[in-house]
């Protein structure tokens, strides 16, 4: 069997199985899958960005090192159109209703393109600002400007993208974006250090190179993703005709969406302000903080990329009237996530020194960084139970579930125990919040699942072919975003 061969059994199209019919196992995997592999192209796209600008100076990388969050937390206001859209693609393909799911696809694009404009201009004026707070230096700051300025002004341009992925999950296609990444990826890659450095042609542009380059493959990547939809021979298609914004349409979108901005943001401010506890300690217990945190980013891969799998097909059940079949699905997410994550969890357990050493060569960082994943591994399993079970929230709907959820646990748990913690017993304390916090978190979502509220969501009830393109003409139930 050739490789291409291999691939192709690997990556299974949309067309090849029903989200509503049959086993759970198998389209739950190949959803998930791509998924993976897009996060993974994600993270290199950070790290190649990290790797160049650490060879061009010091300053330039502590400099990206304070834009990254930034980056995060303005994508993160703007990521829950893009939830939206893929919670009502997905309801309304799993209703077999093609030209609702066209329009929401089609609002969705519009709006969240104006949206991320609005966001881009107001980051553009007040990223100086925000980096002298997060304590940029007199040295640094200059240059984390330039970054943020450049990728504020490109925001359509990395939010569009990200939108063409949502929306294309909710159809159930993720091969096509993680292609489409894949090549967005590459093409960073390649030009970056011809604009950091100056390669070429090109001119020295240092930190607002990455920037540039960053912008340009992503908007090239939105070229490619707008080009798919409109033509819809894969995924769902979008018409130019039906992305006149439309007002009532646009309080759908935000009824759903604003829980899942709110949710993103918690997570996002959640790293920032932990970072304050920490600074508390020596750098040694910052670096290791930092180690171990990027370790979870990759070990939790598995659970963000289930957790869009299940919201997918939470979504189809549902708005193919299989509440049970969505209940199903989530629980198995549940388990096998439970299972996969303590396994890694044993595994980052017994090979934390190995693990923390290739990150760094200073011993003490290296013991502390020990210390940390043994402290935090025996509660992955908990990290995928919580997951599954909030992507079948986002799925149904239910995006203010999930969003209280996250902040309970971060704003209510982990951080008051890491500072209470952290004053009584030393940076130990931060490390057992992580633990508390993951089991805790766990415990809410499965018990906040089984009262069962979210069978009586469904945000799409639309007559088949009652939008033809004009926005109008949809007659589509309120959203329920309340438990």
């Known amino acids: 069997m050739s490789l291409t061969d291999r691939l192709s059994n690997l990556f299974k199209g949309r067309e090849e199985f029903d989200l509503t019919e049959g086993g759970i196992a198998r389209p739950l995997f190949y959803l998930s899958l791509p998924i993976i592999v897009t996060n993974l192209l994600q993270t290199a796209y950070n790290l190649f960005d990290t790797f160049w600008l650490g060879q061009y100076s010091t300053d ?6 304070f ?17 939206a859209g893929s919670v009502l ?65 490109g925001m359509p341009f990395m939010f569009g993208f990200f939108v063409f992925i949502a929306l294309m999950r909710g159809y159930g296609d993720t091969i096509t974006p993680m292609l489409v990444m894949f090549g967005s990826v590459l093409l960073n890659v390649v030009i970056d250090p011809f604009l950091i450095f100056g390669w070429g042609p090109f001119p020295e542009l240092g930190i607002q190179g990455a920037a540039i380059a960053t912008v340009f493959s992503r908007g090239l990547a939105l070229a490619v993703g707008l080009a798919i939809m409109f033509r819809g021979a894969r995924g769902v298609k979008i018409r130019l005709g039906q992305m006149r914004p439309d007002l009532s349409y646009a309080r759908k979108l935000v009824g759903i969406g604003v829980p899942a901005s709110v949710e993103g943001m918690g997570r996002a401010l959640s790293i920032n302000l932990l970072l304050v506890i920490v600074a508390f300690f020596p750098d040694t217990v910052v670096a290791a903080y930092g180690v171990g945190t990027r370790v979870f980013s990759v070990i939790f891969l ?9 919201e997918t097909m939470t979504g189809q059940n549902v708005g193919a009237g299989k ?80 969003a209280a959820i996250v902040l309970v ?27 508390v916090s993951n089991v805790v978190g766990a415990a809410l979502a499965y018990g906040w699942y089984r009262r069962g509220t979210w069978r009586d969501a469904g945000v799409r009830d639309a007559e088949p072919g009652a939008a033809q393109g004009v ?12 438990d």
Do not use: C
């Open 60 to 65: 330039a990388l502590a400099a990206i090192s």
């Open 409 to 435: 646990i971060y704003a209510g748990i982990r951080l008051p125990t890491a500072y209470g913690l952290s004053r009584a017993i030393g940076y130990e304390g931060i490390w057992i919040a992580f633990a």
């Open 67 to 83: 834009a990254f969050p930034m980056v995060f937390l303005l994508i993160s206001v703007g990521m829950g159109l893009s939830v």
């Open 89 to 153: 693609v997905a309801q309304h393909i799993g209703a077999d209703e093609e030209s609702e799911a066209e329009y929401a696809a089609s609002q969705t694009v519009a709006l969240s393109l104006l949206g991320a404009t609005l966001i881009g201009v107001v980051g553009y004026g007040f990223v100086r600002e925000l980096l002298g707070l997060l304590g940029a230096s007199r040295d640094v700051l200059p240059l984390a400007t330039d970054y943020m300025q450049v990728i504020s002004l």
């Open 302 to 310: 598995p659970a963000v990329a289930v957790a869009r799998g299940v």
């Open 471 to 482: 926005g109008d003409d949809l007659e589509v139930e309120e959203v329920s975003t309340d």
């Open 323 to 402: 509440p049970d079949r969505a209940a199903d699905a989530a629980n198995f997410a549940a388990r096998v996530m439970f299972v996969v994550l303590g396994a890694l969890g044993v595994v980052a357990w017994l090979g934390a020194r190995p693990i923390i050493a290739v990150f760094t060569t200073d011993p003490e960082v290296v013991d502390i960084g020990v210390t940390f994943l043994r402290y935090v591994a025996p509660s992955f399993g908990f990290i995928g139970v919580m997951r599954a079970y909030n992507g079948s929230f986002r799925g149904t709907g239910k995006t203010l579930t999930a």
